[in-house]
């Protein structure tokens, strides 16, 4: 299993500002992911945060929005850049291993509110 | 990733079986079936995954049809902790969430 911490728990910041969140494993993991959860609705993949090397987005995220770095096997940060309200999310770091199995394990989350 | 058909919402009596079904037509012959739920206000946790046999765990069961466009998560005896959105997914590696179905454990 992987215990994973998320910094901040939650936080309210204004509009234009940026917010870095970490994300702290407890092991080393191979895959780390981030991931978006915007009010009363699923999950959607923002990206794969890959060690050492940039981020793999999926469709209709960039980089320059959500920078995401990982420079070892059991860190990675995802920053929120230029927010709007539109950007008042959980978000939730999540990790997996390629091999010993296929479970996937996921962070509490970090509350974002933008004014 | 294939695409997962799943009822919005399911109700059950604590202690009672809960059948969720899952239509996956177009899974591919790697695809394996994963079953993540989420409580109230946590992060998603994992409940079973396979690929083509029937597959228990402590927390329930995975039924697969046999031509795998379908499958069922069984929840032996439901209790309110299980009330939960469960997602079905199909997936290599990557995890990508639909809409789930919630269900409503009644005491």
């Known amino acids: 299993s992987a215990v994973i911490s998320q910094k901040p728990s939650r936080d309210i910041c204004q509009r234009g500002t940026s917010l870095t969140i970490q994300c702290q494993v407890d092991?080393?993991?191979?895959?780390m992911f981030w991931y978006r959860q915007q009010p009363g609705q699923s999950l959607t993949l923002i990206a794969t945060a890959n060690q050492g090397s940039e981020a793999t987005y999926e469709s209709g995220f960039v980089i320059d929005k959500f920078p995401i770095s990982r420079p070892n096997l059991t860190f990675s940060t995802l920053t929120v850049s230029n927010m709007s309200p539109e950007d008042s999310s959980i978000y939730l770091c999540?990790?997996?291993?390629?091999?010993?199995?296929?479970?996937?394990?996921f962070g509490p989350g970090t509350r974002l509110t933008v004014l | 990733d294939a695409k997962t058909t799943q009822p919005n919402s399911m109700e059950s009596n604590e202690e009672e079986p809960v059948h969720l079904p899952c239509n996956h037509s177009t899974i591919s012959g790697t695809d394996y079936i994963h079953w993540y739920r989420q409580l109230p206000s946590q992060g998603p946790e994992y409940v079973i995954h396979?690929?083509?046999s029937n597959v228990n765990n402590r927390m329930a069961s995975l039924a697969i049809a046999e031509d795998r466009k379908s499958s069922t998560l069984i929840l032996h005896r439901a209790t309110l902790r299980d009330a939960a959105v469960y997602y079905c997914?199909?997936?290599?590696?990557?995890?990508?969430f639909g809409a789930g179905t919630t269900v409503t454990v009644r005491a």
């Open positions: 997914i199909l997936t290599e590696y990557k995890l990508s």
């Open positions: 092991s080393q993991v191979t895959m």
């Open positions: 396979g690929l083509t």
């Open positions: 999540s990790v997996r291993q390629l091999k010993g199995g296929n479970e996937q394990f």
